[in-house]
């Protein structure tokens, strides 16, 4: 015992039991018991849209903002209603924004001074593409109160997708015709929507390109869930096309909406101004490509008649400014004077004239532009007794 390895042996000896029985009796052998499951039935009130509300799971929503010639829009904000989104755009007219993956209610909302707000609804599919054009409107234009968040209907409906060989399909989108909602399917190919009619319509599309059209017809009730039974995706149509500047070079990168009722589709043309559309079930729809790198935007009917390859060609609207010089009747100039003027697709333009009189009104075509109103410095509406055409000016002779 006089050497210190024999002090250590020694002390293990006599410390190692102990330990032993205090681990043993606090923890390392302590069985803990596993609280007993309820018995008994379980009651549960369904709650869809909370349930898909608080869903933990987030995106980043990407897009940019535009004026009436496509042109990006710097500091608009953009706000997820219902949701704590929100985010500015940058000067290319970009932004990035954190939503709900799963929430079938998610609308956004863009502000921006001398605009009018626009509220639009966002589905799972328009993640990277959510393009936005907002308009200017005259100073004595009304601003339209924006819609609010709509009331979360406590009636869902639930239904099941399955592809060709009777296998769950995920990750499908199901829209809502007469609502917009739309909501995304699970691992098992379930999907969970709000309902609020007796008689609704839905369309589904995967990124395969298969799609379903649901119909449903609801029992009388006004909460809890309803079935909407199992669907089966089949082969939709494809439709493809180039979208083309005035000069007939490619639009790139130029968007383009596909609506059909509540349900919108978007997406960007690519490099060479071609874009692709796929999983379209039949029916009437409208095609519209957005103002585009200072053209203007088009809007043609679409009409698909079942799966197949559908091929369109569309060309941007080159802006045609429009001059005008505001007199009185003696042929005096106006100065601060305001002219509103549209072209034949209903495009509308406005612009304050200056000590001359003068203005140039941006955004229009020429096909078809004429002043429709004009209103003196305090925005009293005048009469337009007449316009004269000089040159590239047109004259708009008013009176009191």
């Known amino acids: 015992m006089n050497r210190p390895s024999h002090w250590i042996i020694a002390t293990f000896a006599i410390l190692g039991p102990v330990l032993w029985v205090w681990g043993f009796t606090e923890g390392f052998g302590t069985q803990r018991e596993t609280p007993p499951a309820p018995t008994g039935p379980r009651q549960e009130r369904l709650e869809p849209s909370d349930t898909q509300a608080s869903s933990p799971f987030e995106a980043k929503l990407e897009g940019r903002v535009v004026d009436q010639l496509g042109q990006p829009l710097a500091g608009a904000q953009i706000r997820v209603l219902g949701g704590s989104g929100a985010a500015l755009t940058r000067t290319s007219g970009s932004f990035e924004v954190m939503v709900k993956l799963r929430d079938p209610y998610r609308r956004v909302e863009v502000t921006a001074s001398g605009f009018s707000s626009v509220v639009e609804r966002c589905s799972p599919a328009d993640l990277t593409n959510f393009v936005v054009q907002m308009n200017a409107p005259p100073p004595w234009a ?3 109160p924006l819609p609010l968040s709509p009331k979360r209907s406590a009636l869902a409906g639930e239904g099941f997708l399955l592809d060709g060989d009777r296998r769950p399909v995920a990750g499908a989108v199901v829209t809502c015709l ?5 909501a995304l399917t699970d691992d098992v190919g379930r999907f969970l929507i709000p309902v609020a009619a ?11 390109g298969t799609c379903a059209e649901i119909e449903a017809s609801l029992p009388a009730q006004n909460e809890g869930m309803v079935s909407l039974g199992v669907a089966t995706l089949a082969e939709g149509a494809r439709l493809g096309g180039a979208i083309l500047l005035p000069d007939g ?3 790139a990168q130029a968007p383009v909406v596909l609506r059909r009722q509540g349900l919108v ?7 060479g101004g071609r874009f692709r559309v796929h999983g379209l079930v039949a029916g009437d729809y409208e095609l519209e490509v957005l103002p585009h790198g200072g053209a203007l935007g088009i809007r043609s009917p679409l009409h698909v008649e079942g799966p197949g390859n559908l091929q369109t060609e569309l060309k941007l609207v080159a802006e045609q400014p429009l001059r005008v010089r505001v007199v009185d009747d003696a042929r005096a100039p106006r ?5 509103l003027a549209s072209d034949a697709d209903e495009r509308h333009a406005w612009a304050e004239t200056d000590v ?5 009104l941006r955004g229009l075509s ?3 532009a004429v002043v429709r109103e004009a209103r003196d410095a305090a925005l009293v509406p005048m009469k337009i007794e007449g316009t004269l055409a000089e040159a590239e000016t047109t004259t708009i002779v008013t009176s009191d």
Not at 356 to 360: N, T
């Open 356 to 360: 001359d009189g003068r203005a140039v």
């Open 335 to 339: 100065a601060g004077a305001y002219v």
């Open 198 to 208: 007796a008689k609704v319509s839905f369309v589904a599309w995967h990124e395969s």
């Open 142 to 144: 009304t601003q339209v």
């Open 178 to 182: 007469e609502t917009g909602d739309s």
């Open 265 to 271: 589709r978007r997406c960007l043309a690519d490099d």
């Open 366 to 368: 020429a096909v078809g």
């Open 249 to 251: 070079t490619p639009a």
